[in-house]
C-alpha cells in the first residue's frame, strides 16, 4: 500500500514537473525589450512582427507556434508547393530542432534579414543554407543537388553538361584551397566578390512594414 | 548557354529558387 502510494507520489511530481516545464516554454511575446536588446529590431518592430507571427502561426493550427505547412502557406499562399530551399530555412530558423517555431526563434532568425543586420551574419547564414550536411563546408555534390532541385522547382531546364561547366568554374573560382569544396572563409571570399549572392539575404520590408 | 557559363552555380540557384522570405509580407 504504501509502496502504491509512494508510486503514485512520484507520478504526481512528474506531471507537475512536465505542467511547469510546459508552462514555460516560451510561445509568445514574453518581452519585447530583450529580444530588442538581443537583436537589430527595435521595440516597436518587434511587436509588428509579432503581429505578423500570429496571423501566420493561426493558419493551420491556432496554437502559437509556426509549423511547416505553415511557413510554406506565408511563403508561397500554397502549401503543395515543393522547396528545397523553404526546407531548408525552416531547418535554419528551428533552433530547437522540434519541427516548429516559436515567436523568439522566428524572430532572432528573421534578424538576419534586416537591413541593419551585420554582414558576417548573413555570410554565415547563407553558408548554412548550402551547407546542406552541415559538415562545415560545401562540397560540390551539394551545388550539383542545389542546382538539379532548384531548376526542377522553377521548370528551368539546362542539360547536365551544363550544369557540371557552371559548377566547374563556380569551384575553380571559389576553392582557392583546391580541396574540392568550399569553407567559411572561400565562402566569405566569394560572396564578397559576388554581392548579389546575398541578394535574398535582406528583407526591406522588415523595416518598412514593421515600423508602419 | 554561352551566357550561363558566366554565371556561377549559386548566382544560378539564387536565379532559379523560389525562395523569397519577402512572401511572409505579402497578402
Known amino acids: 500500500m504504501l509502496q502504491c502510494l509512494e508510486g503514485v507520489k512520484q507520478l ?30 527595435s521595440v516597436s518592430e518587434v511587436e509588428a512582427l509579432y503581429e505578423l507571427f500570429k496571423k501566420i502561426s493561426s493558419a493551420v493550427i491556432d496554437d502559437g507556434l509556426i509549423n511547416k505547412e505553415e511557413f510554406q502557406l506565408a511563403l508561397f499562399k500554397t502549401n503543395k508547393k515543393e522547396s ?16 516548429i517555431l516559436g ?27 548550402y551547407d546542406l550536411k552541415q559538415q562545415g563546408f560545401i562540397e560540390r555534390q551539394e551545388v550539383k543537388q542545389m542546382v538539379v532541385a532548384t531548376l526542377a522547382e522553377s521548370g528551368m531546364n539546362l542539360s547536365d553538361e551544363v550544369i557540371e561547366s557552371i559548377i566547374d568554374k563556380t569551384f575553380e573560382e571559389a576553392d582557392t584551397k583546391h580541396d574540392g569544396k568550399i569553407d567559411k572563409e572561400e565562402w566569405r571570399n566569394l560572396v564578397l566578390r559576388h554581392p548579389s549572392l546575398l541578394k535574398n539575404m535582406t528583407l526591406q520590408y522588415l523595416k518598412v512594414k514593421c515600423t508602419s | 548557354d554561352k551566357n550561363s557559363h558566366q554565371i556561377n552555380a549559386f548566382q544560378l540557384i539564387g536565379m532559379a529558387s523560389s525562395l523569397d522570405l519577402s512572401g511572409f509580407f505579402e497578402d
Open chain 1, 12 to 41: 504526481c511530481g512528474v506531471l507537475l514537473k512536465c505542467c511547469d516545464l510546459d508552462l514555460k516554454q516560451p510561445k509568445g511575446l514574453e518581452d519585447p525589450e530583450i529580444l530588442a536588446r538581443e537583436t537589430v529590431f
Open chain 1, 84 to 99: 528545397l530551399f523553404a526546407d531548408r530555412v525552416f531547418d535554419l530558423f528551428d533552433t530547437k530542432h522540434n519541427g
Open chain 1, 103 to 129: 515567436f523568439e526563434e522566428f524572430a532572432r532568425a528573421l534578424s538576419v534579414f534586416h537591413p541593419n543586420a551585420p554582414l558576417d551574419e548573413k555570410i554565415d547564414f547563407s553558408f548554412q543554407l
